[in-house]
């Protein structure tokens, strides 16, 4: 064996002189095809390969929850867009992500690394600038994840505010209120990844059939009871409800609301290090979770925007979210929609549950790669428990210090959760860019068990004008005329957030950091 580059780091360096691949091992450390990656890659296997391919695919779909998400977040798109903008936008995205996500899956399977991006992004890009290029995106996929854990954790808690206020009628919901219940929803989820985390696989497996039985549930109870608004009118009534001036555009905007629930497939990525025969798992993993939550959700969505009614009673119900008001109307019984929003409530929480386990691995193999102050501390890993677990710790730490935020505006949590999506989709432009570069100069790709053939150029190329035009329209305000304390701040704490990583990487980290792609061997 040969390195393409000098090894900095031992730990990332194992000696393969006395390794023989095939050997008999430990299924938790893999099979055979896993330690060769492992070595081609230059990484120690120091997590236990606890997930198979049932466990992953529900860690994804717990994850993306597209149609608990089209619900949560419901008041976005029909503000911006109305019920047929949602819809449309929604079949959209689905087929965008779709490109996207096939990319990704084909990149997982040439470099199943918990790294993901920023690892293809090193080893991909142009060689003069794998380093840097890679080093943004590693910051960029750590915020993401750090401030999305963030995010999940404050809709969980605002759901539950939500069902309060719906069934107390004196109850004055405050800010604060909201930020305590994210606070024990993330100390709940950070617990149960440090000290249950060999039942993860489990745990994921059985929400899986709670994610699928109460989308059954949902569905047919608002078939069933709930009114119909006449299809003519679902598919075709438009709303510019913040009053842009251009239905076009007011659409546009509003397709946040569908991008949001689409995101994630990545999540599956950085848990490939705990994956058995990942590079076979984690592509089909990534493409059946994007089918099946596309699915769930756009009929969910068509459905729920079949059953709504008046669009501006639901906005402005007492309880503040749109589905309650939708399930109460349904049944006619405060009882009734509170059973239906649980099981919500519960797959929110579950969804933070494995945006932990998400971002904190994230974190890790960043650390572990020399990119993060701080790094040997967060690049730990417990040797009894087998868990980064100073890296999870922090992903708690982090939680409570945004959602102290909203205390004082939660327009401010907003714009910085809000970087999360924009920092994501950077991330996938940067590692589709790279690959997509690769091919149209003609240079070699990396072997792999899922390829996209002939077809690769075309689905990259695909995949990057979706990803270029929703990067855009995620750093548009609500409405055109906001005051101050609606603008979207999220194009300057954007901004601020890669200069500062800029400033880190040229002040401390060019001096450690080399980049994944410097470790790699070449297998003879």
């Not at 993330?186 to 440090?194: C, D, E, K």
């Not at 609301?257 to 689409?262: C, F, G, I, T």
């Not at 193999?365 to 677990?389: E, K, T, W």
């Not at 990803?467 to 750093?475: E, K, V």
Request: hydrophobic fraction near 45%; include cysteine.
């Amino acid at each position: 064996m040969a390195l393409n580059g000098k090894s900095t780091d031992t730990k990332n360096d194992p000696s393969t002189t006395d390794i023989e691949l095939d050997d008999v091992a430990d299924p938790t450390d893999g099979n055979a095809q896993d330690r060769r990656d492992m070595t081609r890659m230059g990484k120690a296997q120091e997590l236990k390969r606890n997930f198979k391919f049932l466990s992953i695919f529900g860690f994804s779909m717990i994850l993306m929850q597209a149609w608990e998400s089209v619900l949560a977040i419901g008041s976005i798109g029909l503000t911006n867009g109305g019920t047929a903008g949602y819809i449309w936008t929604f079949l959209v995205c689905w087929i965008g992500f779709g490109f996207v996500n096939t990319s990704m899956a084909e990149m997982g399977s040439m470099a199943a690394t918990t790294g993901g991006q920023y690892h293809w992004v090193s080893e991909f890009a142009p060689r003069k600038h794998q380093k840097f290029l890679s080093y943004v995106m590693g910051w960029m996929c750590v915020l993401s994840w750090q401030t999305g854990c963030a995010s999940s954790a404050y809709i969980s808690g605002g759901q539950i505010q939500g069902l309060i206020a719906l069934n107390y009628e004196n109850y004055q919901p405050q800010g604060w209120h909201t930020t305590l219940l994210a606070i024990a929803i993330a100390t709940f989820s950070v617990f149960f990844n440090a000290a249950l985390a060999r039942k993860l696989p489990l745990v994921e497996a059985g929400l899986l059939s709670i994610h699928v039985l109460g989308f059954v549930a949902i569905m047919v109870v608002l078939w069933v009871l709930a009114p119909r608004t006449p299809a003519s009118e679902v598919f075709t009534n438009f709303n510019d409800g913040n009053h842009w001036g251009s239905m076009g555009l007011s659409v546009m905007i509003g397709s946040m609301a569908s991008v949001y629930p689409l995101l994630g497939a990545d999540a599956a990525v950085h848990m490939s290090e705990e994956l058995q025969d990942a590079g076979r798992t984690l592509p089909r993993s990534m493409i059946w979770t994007t089918f099946f939550n596309g699915a769930f959700g756009w009929i969910m969505l068509i459905t729920f925007c079949s059953c709504l009614g008046k669009v501006e009673d639901v906005l402005n119900s007492q309880a503040g979210i749109p589905f309650l008001a939708v399930f109460e109307n349904a049944t006619q019984t405060k009882g009734g929609a509170t059973a239906m929003s649980v099981i919500i409530v519960i797959m929110t929480i579950a969804g933070n549950l494995t945006g932990v386990a998400t971002a904190s691995r994230q974190l890790w193999a960043f650390s572990r790669d020399q990119g993060m102050p701080f790094s040997s501390y967060f690049a730990y890993v417990h040797p009894g428990l087998n868990l980064p677990i100073n890296s999870i710790t922090m992903t708690l730490v982090v939680t409570i210090l945004l959602t102290l935020i909203a205390i004082g505006s939660d327009v401010a949590l907003n714009s910085l959760t809000s970087l999360g999506t924009n920092a994501i989709l950077s991330s996938y432009m940067c590692s589709i860019g790279c690959i997509t570069w690769r091919r149209l100069t003609n240079q070699p790709l990396l072997p792999s068990q899922f390829s996209l053939g002939r077809w690769g150029l075309a689905i990259n190329v695909i995949s990057m004008m979706f990803l270029a035009t929703i990067f855009i329209f995620a750093f548009f305000p609500p409405g055109p005329n906001p005051a101050l304390a609606d603008m979207n701040w999220n194009v300057l704490i954007y901004g601020v957030a890669v200069v500062g990583s800029l400033l880190y990487y040229a002040f401390s980290a060019r001096k450690r950091y080399v980049g994944p792609v410097e470790y790699v061997r070449k297998l003879d």
